[in-house]
């Protein structure tokens, strides 16, 4: 009988030995594969990138040249998001990854001043150029900003998405924090060279295509706003910390999605539909975006409770508050990118910009400060959350 227990516990142990080998070379191949995917986007971006900068617009290539540029970056963004789709388990984070993750920041915002320079090209050839080919430049050139714009939040999410999901956050705090730095730096500097963009595509537009969204904007501005009185309502102590911040993130989530589903709408009625833009419309939009501000603010405060109270809350409770904070300035941050993707797209359909150009760029200044001020909270939020992360070994 002795011989027999001892063969089992042998074959027990081997079979936990084996298990457990198989759950280590399983995460290390998730790792792989996931600085294999960074290496290639950022390899994919550098080429872009290139490509952007030795771009001319002439009166004879203009149109040729900004669809092809648009293709690479729609490919590019297309690939973007399938390694944030493919993102469905924990991953361990590497230095590579992150210097990846800078990289592919750095890119996005070089490649947003290179058309910068594009848009000026456009203004020279405004005096030899067919009526309808200028017209067409100046569309392409602005979808183009506009499609540079989405890419540069699907990096920015993909960053926030690997950080959520990593697992070895406390060996690597400094470093994420650095990137995260550089990620909010780099997306103000990206929606700065995007407005200069619009701004120059304004000043020598007379119609493009727009439609309205007032009554959907309203709903989801209703509902950001109960949010908002309910974040900023909030006190957190050591016992109720995990269940309020788990709430919030389903309350979270669900305007999220509702912003998520006008969006959709958007993008695809700007295929085939027009309307004249009005000041309801832009207010709507500016409304948001201060929402989303305070939204992040409160985030803000949340962290700052959560390390104060951190020495006297229990590990699984503050474990679980940390993850929820982290989620939460992850969706937040992509509520705020996606109004700000609306409102390029409005002014992609606007048939009216000549008579709404002063709003519009009220507008999108309210937009390029809230974004700003939304990321350094969110920044600042992640960065107190990570630090107690690492120092209570969570």
């Known amino acids: 009988m002795k011989i027999v227990n001892s063969t089992l516990r042998i074959r027990l142990l081997a079979l936990i030995g084996l298990t457990s080998w198989l759950l280590v070379a399983s995460l290390s191949a998730q790792a792989s594969s996931l600085s294999v995917q960074l ?5 994919q971006a550098d080429t872009l990138d290139m490509q952007l900068a030795s771009t001319s617009i002439t009166s004879d290539n203009s149109c040729s040249e900004l669809a092809m540029a648009d293709n690479s970056i729609q490919d590019l963004t297309s690939n973007i998001e399938a390694v944030i789709t493919s993102l469905t388990g924990p991953v361990s984070l590497t230095t590579d990854d992150l210097n990846s993750l800078d990289n592919l920041s750095n890119l996005s915002r070089t490649m947003a001043s290179s058309i910068t320079g594009m848009s000026q090209d456009i203004n020279s050839i405004s005096n030899v150029a067919e009526l309808f080919e200028y017209q067409a430049s100046l569309a392409a050139m602005l979808q183009l900003a506009d499609d540079i714009g989405t890419m540069a939040d699907r990096i920015l999410e993909m960053a926030n998405k690997i950080l959520v999901m990593a697992d070895n956050i406390g060996l690597m705090a400094d470093r994420i924090l650095l990137t995260m ?38 709903s989801v501005l209703n509902d950001s706003n109960a949010l908002s009185s309910s974040m900023g309502g909030l006190l957190l102590n050591e016992n109720n910390m995990a269940i309020e911040l788990t709430a919030l993130e389903t309350s979270v989530a669900s305007v999220n999605s509702t912003i998520d589903s006008i969006y959709v709408q958007i993008m695809l009625n700007s295929e085939k539909l027009s309307h004249s833009i009005n000041g309801d419309t832009l207010t709507l939009l500016g409304d948001l975006s201060n929402i989303h501000r305070a939204l992040a603010l409160a985030l803000e405060t949340y962290s700052s409770s959560i390390n104060t109270l951190a020495p006297i809350t229990s590990t699984p409770v503050l474990s679980d508050a940390t993850a929820s904070m982290l989620s939460l300035t992850s969706d937040i941050g992509e509520m705020s990118n996606r109004i700000m993707e609306m409102v390029d797209n409005i002014i992609i359909m606007a048939d009216n910009i000549g008579d709404m150009a002063g709003r519009i760029v009220e507008t999108q200044n309210i937009q390029q400060s809230n974004v700003s001020l939304t990321q350094n909270s969110l920044t600042t939020a992640t960065t107190v959350t990570v630090n107690v992360i690492a120092d209570y070994n969570l």
Do not use: R
């Open 39 to 43: 290496t290639d986007l950022v390899n």
């Open 181 to 218: 730095v550089l990620q909010n730096g780099n997306i103000a500097l990206t929606q700065s060279s995007m407005l200069a963009t619009q701004q120059n595509m304004i000043a020598l537009s007379d119609s493009f295509s727009t439609l309205g969204y007032n009554l959907l904007l309203s």
